[in-house]
């Protein structure tokens, strides 16, 4: 049996600002899969159709307010927010606040983040010279 028998997967292609491609795999319209050209898996993300907790106290679906509450810091960073300076987890902002939130007092606290990202997001972090 293939695992393709058993999950609706939709793939799609994309480029990144600086010409770079990637392959996202969407299954069951719950997770994504986002890979390197070479296959790498780089990236997990799911949407509020996911059900599971993050350190048992963080999910999809939640309001800004309540994540806000949960956590200890918070900050927007490329259209993300990164929590308490853990890169390997981020709330994704939807539009237009993935353009605009340029700090967290710019986010809504009713708003809803699209989903959650687990990946490494450290080379984000600033490097001396």
């Known amino acids: 049996m293939s695992f393709y028998e058993h999950h609706k997967v939709e793939i799609k292609n994309y480029t990144l600002p600086d010409g770079e491609t990637r392959t996202a795999y969407i299954?069951?319209?719950?997770?994504?899969?986002?890979?390197?050209?070479?296959?790498?898996?780089?990236?997990?993300?799911?949407?509020?159709?996911?059900?599971g907790l993050y350190q048992k106290i963080l999910s999809t679906?939640?309001?800004?307010?309540?994540?806000?509450?949960?956590?200890?810091?918070?900050?927007?960073?490329?259209?993300?927010?990164?929590?308490?300076?853990d890169f390997g987890l981020c709330y994704v902002l939807p539009a237009p606040y993935d353009e605009i939130a340029d700090s967290i007092e710019n986010i809504p606290p009713t708003l809803t983040p699209d989903g959650i990202y687990?990946?490494?997001?450290?080379?984000?972090?600033?490097?001396?010279?």
């Open 27 to 51: 299954i069951d319209s719950t997770f994504t899969l986002s890979t390197l050209p070479d296959g790498t898996i780089f990236s997990i993300g799911c949407n509020a159709r996911y059900t």
């Open 61 to 85: 679906g939640m309001r800004f307010d309540q994540i806000k509450k949960l956590t200890k810091r918070q900050r927007t960073f490329k259209g993300i927010i990164i929590l308490t300076e």
């Open 118 to 129: 687990v990946s490494d997001f450290s080379s984000w972090l600033h490097k001396p010279q």
